[in-house]
């Protein structure tokens, strides 16, 4: 008897006080533009703008993924907050970048990734990471001068 009132009582413990609010979700790592940053154990980022230099900059080859952020007349759009999830949901990263492309170095995974931007939340489907793979996230909500 006494081993299972230890058991209920560690699992209440382990959970919290009754009525208690959940526990906030960190806040995303806020990269430094053109500063490639460690965001978790083997993954790197790097937030950017989109100019001549940054085009043709032979960095942005040996990423695996290239986010662009762009809204309904298709202008780049900037400040997004972006999670990166395995197929599990496992977090994998949080980040805002206030770049309009978002750069990461990581192995090739299956995973989700969610972006926010001014209110506005798209995540897409499963997809297969690899070299190269270049994402542009649509935000038709957002128009020009925003």
């Known amino acids: 008897m006494a081993r299972a009132c230890?058991?209920?009582l560690l699992a209440l413990t382990m959970a919290g006080p009754a009525g208690a609010a959940p526990a906030k979700a960190p806040a995303p790592i806020l990269l430094v533009r053109d500063q490639l940053t460690e965001v978790a154990p083997g993954i790197a980022a790097l937030c950017t703008g989109i100019g001549a230099d940054t085009q043709n900059d032979a960095r942005a080859d040996g990423f695996a993924?290239?986010?662009e952020?762009?809204?309904?007349t298709g202008q780049y759009l900037a400040n997004a907050r972006v999670k990166l999830a395995t197929l599990a949901g496992k977090p994998l990263a949080h980040v805002q970048c206030p770049g309009a492309w978002l750069l990461f170095q990581m192995a090739p995974l299956k995973l989700h990734l969610?972006?926010?931007?001014?209110?506005?939340?798209?995540?897409?489907?499963?997809?297969a990471l690899e070299g190269g793979t270049r994402v542009?996230?649509?935000?038709?909500?957002?128009?020009g001068n925003q």
Do not use: C, S
Not at 69 to 72: E, I, Q, T
């Open 6 to 8: 230890f058991l209920v």
């Open 69 to 72: 952020f762009v809204g309904r």
């Open 114 to 127: 969610t972006a926010t931007l001014q209110g506005h939340t798209r995540r897409t489907t499963a997809f």
């Open 136 to 143: 542009i996230l649509r935000f038709p909500e957002i128009a």
């Open 65 to 67: 993924m290239r986010i």
